[in-house]
């Protein structure tokens, strides 16, 4: 998708869409549109239910007195509270109303009616927003039909001041980069993506400035990394841990952590999951994938802060060299843990990177992503990311971070009465705690690896990674939730 800034013009394009406010607030081009057609406009809208609120639209087609195919009136709700995420929401939606119209070339007329923006930064979210919505993961279907792909290649935003709004863009497009990537990682499939072959995509953030280490299976084993390796001893595919460096920020500053589950498939091991649905468990790598999205946003921007991205890599498969329930596993850490079921190996594997990068980074703050849990969907369902955190001041800032962008999270509690449920018979701990409370009792999990005053919060993302529901800037599929999160937290808490 070719995405364009225009300063006001006559537009040649097949559709130009323009912005209509809440109760039918024309917009001014809206307005001469309306005066062009001889008050086609108005009639159209007399005619119809359309009444200027966010995701309505209004088709005129080839409309007497302009020379374009397609006008299209786009409900952008009250003006005065139209934010970076109306405007991402509202060309975003926008261009998924005229991605299979036929229309080859979109122009979409960002005013602000009087809203907080400057139009410049409207103009630029409209853009972000564009990028974000226009996202497709065909690159297996060999067989598409030319009407089956979407037919827009094209979108100008119309703004007075374009090159401002081009400036602001910059950096919203390092994002939607690093959105796209984490998306990418999460629709590939598991025989293509695997440890290794997400470790390769890892060293590509190099090209960005980013130093990236890559720990294969020997190193990790003199690390001892050793619950970590014990979920991929069943699998041909070797286990890797990959560690992104980005240091933005002032020499003597303490890095943030950011911590990924990258579990390439998760069949559950020898404690096998049923057949149905196992395929979502490509997916299970949604937190790595969170993580290395938000270092290629982070690095693409130039952020000025220190950023540690880490990453463990496994496949989590039954064979005759798996682990079993009932194995005891030292961790990095020194503590001993017992392995009551194989499908819980997702904590297994953040438990050692949580050691390593306190051990080695010291970091003023800690956040791991990770596909944690069923029973997190079943509490949250999938509007909001779990979170759990040991400090009010890192929840608030992830909370508020994921308020700004739309990826909204919901904090959890964490307790002594539940960390009980984790207590073994042979071992330090065992890796479930039971049914109730499962997500909790993860979390309880984790702090036991987290050193008393580092601040650590703990997304269970299960619910979010992967989506069946189309959203304005998320379409169905792998959606890169976490990466503009994190992004976002890194801006608010971590720069300057
Ligand atoms: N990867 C799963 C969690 C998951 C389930 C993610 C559904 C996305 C959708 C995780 O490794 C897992 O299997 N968790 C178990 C834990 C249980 C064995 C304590 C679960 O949630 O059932
Ligand atoms: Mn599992
Ligand atoms: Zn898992």
Redesign the pocket.
Same mark, same amino acid.
């Given at each position: 998708m070719k995405i364009a800034f225009l300063d006001p013009a006559d537009a040649s394009t097949d559709a130009l869409v323009v912005a209509v406010g809440a109760e039918n607030a024309l917009s001014p081009a809206a307005e001469a549109a309306d005066k062009a057609t001889g008050g086609a406009v108005s009639r159209a809208i007399a005619a119809s239910r359309f009444t200027g609120k966010p995701r309505q639209f209004l088709d005129l087609l080839a409309p007497n007195g302009l020379s374009i195919g397609r006008l299209v009136l786009a409900g952008l709700g009250k003006p005065a509270e139209a934010n970076a995420k109306a405007w991402q929401d509202w060309a975003g939606a926008a261009y998924s109303h005229l991605a299979s119209s036929g229309a080859a070339s979109v122009t979409l007329q960002v005013e602000t009616m009087g809203g907080p923006l400057p139009e410049s930064d409207a103009a630029a979210n409209a853009a972000f927003g564009v990028g974000l919505a226009c996202y497709r993961f065909d690159r297996y279907r060999t067989t598409e039909k030319p009407d089956q792909k979407p037919s827009v290649t094209e979108a100008t935003i119309m703004v007075a001041g374009a090159k401002a709004a081009e400036e602001a863009h910059t950096p919203l497009a390092e994002i939607a980069a690093g959105v796209t990537l984490a998306r990418n990682l999460v629709c590939e499939p598991a025989n293509v993506l695997y440890p290794e072959t997400l470790a390769e995509h890892c060293a590509t953030l190099s090209a960005q400035g980013v130093d990236v280490e890559i720990m294969d299976e020997a190193r990790l084993e003199a690390i001892g990394m050793r619950t970590l390796l014990a979920v991929g001893m069943g699998s041909a595919r070797d286990s890797r841990v990959v560690v992104m460096r980005w240091m933005g920020g002032p020499d003597d500053q303490a890095p943030v952590a950011l911590v990924g589950k990258g579990?390439t498939f998760?069949t559950?091991g020898i404690?096998i999951?049923p057949a149905g649905g196992m395929e979502?468990?490509k997916w299970?790598m949604g937190g790595s994938a969170a993580v290395i999205g938000a270092m290629r946003a982070i690095s693409g921007r130039k952020a000025k802060a220190n950023v540690i991205g880490i990453v463990g890599l496994v496949e989590n498969m039954p064979s005759d060299r798996a682990q079993r329930p009932g194995d005891v596993v030292t961790s990095l850490s020194g503590q001993t843990v017992e392995v009551i079921?194989t499908? %819980?190996?997702?904590r297994l594997v953040l438990c050692d990177l949580l050691t390593y990068v306190q051990q080695t980074y010291k970091p003023k703050a800690i956040v791991d992503l990770a596909?944690?849990?069923?029973?997190i969907?079943v509490g949250l369902g999938h509007h909001n990311g779990g979170l759990f955190a040991n400090d009010d001041a890192l929840a608030d800032g992830l909370t508020s971070a994921g308020k700004s962008v739309g990826e909204h999270l919901w904090r959890m509690p964490l307790g002594e009465e539940y960390d009980k449920a984790l207590k073994s018979h042979i071992a330090d701990m065992k890796n479930?705690g039971g049914r109730d409370g499962?997500s909790i009792t %993860?979390a309880q999990f984790l702090k036991r690896f987290v050193e008393d005053g580092t601040p650590w919060a703990h997304l269970d993302i299960?619910g979010m990674a992967w989506s069946s529901e189309a959203k304005p800037t998320v379409p169905k599929g792998g959606t890169g939730y976490g990466v503009r999160l994190l992004d976002q937290l890194v801006a608010d808490q971590f720069e300057g």
């Amino acid at each position: 998708m070719k995405i364009a800034f225009l300063d006001p013009a006559d537009a040649s394009t097949d559709a130009l869409v323009v912005a209509v406010g809440a109760e039918n607030a024309l917009s001014p081009a809206a307005e001469a549109a309306d005066k062009a057609t001889g008050g086609a406009v108005s009639r159209a809208i007399a005619a119809s239910r359309f009444t200027g609120k966010p995701r309505q639209f209004l088709d005129l087609l080839a409309p007497n007195g302009l020379s374009i195919g397609r006008l299209v009136l786009a409900g952008l709700g009250k003006p005065a509270e139209a934010n970076a995420k109306a405007w991402q929401d509202w060309a975003g939606a926008a261009y998924s109303h005229l991605a299979s119209s036929g229309a080859a070339s979109v122009t979409l007329q960002v005013e602000t009616m009087g809203g907080p923006l400057p139009e410049s930064d409207a103009a630029a979210n409209a853009a972000f927003g564009v990028g974000l919505a226009c996202y497709r993961f065909d690159r297996y279907r060999t067989t598409e039909k030319p009407d089956q792909k979407p037919s827009v290649t094209e979108a100008t935003i119309m703004v007075a001041g374009a090159k401002a709004a081009e400036e602001a863009h910059t950096p919203l497009a390092e994002i939607a980069a690093g959105v796209t990537l984490a998306r990418n990682l999460v629709c590939e499939p598991a025989n293509v993506l695997y440890p290794e072959t997400l470790a390769e995509h890892c060293a590509t953030l190099s090209a960005q400035g980013v130093d990236v280490e890559i720990m294969d299976e020997a190193r990790l084993e003199a690390i001892g990394m050793r619950t970590l390796l014990a979920v991929g001893m069943g699998s041909a595919r070797d286990s890797r841990v990959v560690v992104m460096r980005w240091m933005g920020g002032p020499d003597d500053q303490a890095p943030v952590a950011l911590v990924g589950k990258g579990v390439t498939f998760d069949t559950g091991g020898i404690s096998i999951k049923p057949a149905g649905g196992m395929e979502d468990m490509k997916w299970d790598m949604g937190g790595s994938a969170a993580v290395i999205g938000a270092m290629r946003a982070i690095s693409g921007r130039k952020a000025k802060a220190n950023v540690i991205g880490i990453v463990g890599l496994v496949e989590n498969m039954p064979s005759d060299r798996a682990q079993r329930p009932g194995d005891v596993v030292t961790s990095l850490s020194g503590q001993t843990v017992e392995v009551i079921n194989t499908d %819980a190996e997702g904590r297994l594997v953040l438990c050692d990177l949580l050691t390593y990068v306190q051990q080695t980074y010291k970091p003023k703050a800690i956040v791991d992503l990770a596909t944690l849990t069923g029973a997190i969907i079943v509490g949250l369902g999938h509007h909001n990311g779990g979170l759990f955190a040991n400090d009010d001041a890192l929840a608030d800032g992830l909370t508020s971070a994921g308020k700004s962008v739309g990826e909204h999270l919901w904090r959890m509690p964490l307790g002594e009465e539940y960390d009980k449920a984790l207590k073994s018979h042979i071992a330090d701990m065992k890796n479930v705690g039971g049914r109730d409370g499962g997500s909790i009792t %993860a979390a309880q999990f984790l702090k036991r690896f987290v050193e008393d005053g580092t601040p650590w919060a703990h997304l269970d993302i299960a619910g979010m990674a992967w989506s069946s529901e189309a959203k304005p800037t998320v379409p169905k599929g792998g959606t890169g939730y976490g990466v503009r999160l994190l992004d976002q937290l890194v801006a608010d808490q971590f720069e300057g």
